[in-house]
């Protein structure tokens, strides 16, 4: 297991996501559960019953309840030592402010933002708590992906934002990289789809998840692609209609 004590500034830290009502809050993590064998912690009602989901005894994603919430998707937060300073970086490149800094009790500050391309995210100060405790493993996140219809001026936004660097495998391709770890890709959006972060998950195998997604009564949207070192698929999730993306980690499968 790839237990996490740190996370540097500029990489993705937590993914949460908000709905609306104690029915969904419960369908959402029966169905996360079913998909990704996560337990959960809940939260109190003075903390909107903020829910983390555990994988092996470590979190790796939240869950809470907020009857203002106009969209149950997936919301990616990236680590920084200083929020102050990297919140008026961020809107110095362009970025407009959604929620300005708050502090969580003891456990950190954050922020909401909206990138230049219109997407969503979030940064973390991380007091007593620094994010995930697990990745790159199964049932844990293991790759972000941002899309919007211009990636070119996206990446540019997040190279000057974290500092870091970008590669480019192809001219399709963009990568964001901390040193020699890439952490997110840089793509062009689907036609319709509004820019945003999309948290990538590692599962077992394609197929169990297809099974899962079916039988709760969710639609698979891409069965299989490949991507380097790995495959994705993609499915609309049955409690919120949210798409979401999973990775398949380990050997390939074998082919039916």
């Not at 940064?123 to 995930?132: D, N, Q």
């Amino acid at each position: 297991m790839t237990t996490l004590s740190k996370i540097d500034d500029g990489i993705p830290c937590w993914v949460d996501s908000m709905v609306t009502s104690q029915e969904l809050h419960h369908d959402r993590r029966a169905f996360l559960s079913a998909l990704f064998d996560w337990t959960w912690q809940e939260g109190a009602p003075e903390t909107g019953y903020y829910a983390l989901a555990m994988a092996n005894g470590q979190p790796v994603m939240g869950l809470g309840i907020f009857d203002g919430a106009t969209t149950a998707a997936f919301q990616t937060y990236f680590s920084t030592s200083d929020i102050e300073g990297t919140v008026a970086r961020a809107m110095g490149l362009g970025a407009s402010s959604v929620m300005p800094v708050m502090q969580v009790m003891d456990l950190g500050k954050m922020a909401m933002l909206i990138d230049p391309e219109g997407a969503t995210f979030g940064f973390w100060e991380p007091g007593t708590f620094h994010g995930f405790g697990v990745a790159y493993e199964e049932n844990a996140p293991g790759w972000f992906d941002h899309v919007s219809p211009d990636p070119a001026r996206a990446a540019e936004f997040y190279l000057q934002l974290s500092g870091h660097d970008l590669e480019s495998p192809d001219p399709e391709m963009r990568v964001l990289k901390n040193g020699d770890q890439w952490y997110a890709s840089i793509s062009d959006s689907p036609i319709g789809e509004p820019p945003q972060w999309r948290p990538i998950y590692v599962v077992d195998s394609l197929k169990r998840v297809h099974e899962i997604v079916r039988r709760h009564g969710g639609t698979v949207l891409i069965e299989e692609m490949p991507v380097p070192g790995s495959a994705i698929s993609v499915f609309i999730e049955p409690t919120n209609g949210t798409t979401m993306t999973v990775m398949r980690g380990g050997q390939p499968e074998q082919a039916e």
